[in-house]
């Protein structure tokens, strides 16, 4: 089973920058990246889960429009690790942002936010105005 463990939220404010990690089955040999597909989701206070960024094997990505330009999704297969770069945070990306994972069986970017079945616990971002 994969296991996924975010870092790197903070308070910040308005303008300012983070950068999310995951670290994804850090002690089991037996993960292969190329198995699954992961992405970056956020659950505001109030509302629901929703995807913020996904990357694909070939390193295209999808992002949710209110965060375009502003965040960067990245993989480094070799550490296991997914990143999510925050810039220009605003007080409406407040939210914790959490780590997900599907078992790949089609292009990542083509999954749906409710077909990723594995998540991490999460990392608390805050942006003050």
């Known amino acids: 089973q994969v296991q996924l463990v975010e870092s790197g939220g903070g308070s910040v404010d308005s303008g300012g920058s983070l950068r999310l990690s995951c670290q994804a089955s850090?002690?089991?040999?037996?993960?292969?990246?190329?198995?699954?597909?992961l992405a970056w989701f956020r659950q505001a206070p109030g509302k629901e889960r929703d995807r913020v960024a996904s990357?694909?094997?070939?390193?295209?990505?999808v992002y949710k429009n209110a965060v375009k330009g502003r965040f960067t999704i990245s993989q480094d297969n070799v550490k296991n690790i997914l990143y999510l770069q925050l810039n220009s945070l605003k007080p409406d990306d407040t939210a914790i942002y959490y780590c997900?994972?599907?078992?790949?069986?089609?292009?990542?970017?083509?999954?749906?936010?409710?077909?990723?079945?594995?998540w991490g616990h999460g990392t608390q971002v805050t942006v003050s105005s």
């Open positions: 850090r002690h089991d040999a037996r993960y292969v990246p190329s198995d699954f597909c």
């Open positions: 997900a994972a599907v078992r790949r069986k089609q292009r990542c970017n083509a999954y749906e936010g409710n077909e990723y079945r594995i």
């Open positions: 990357i694909d094997l070939d390193g295209s990505t």
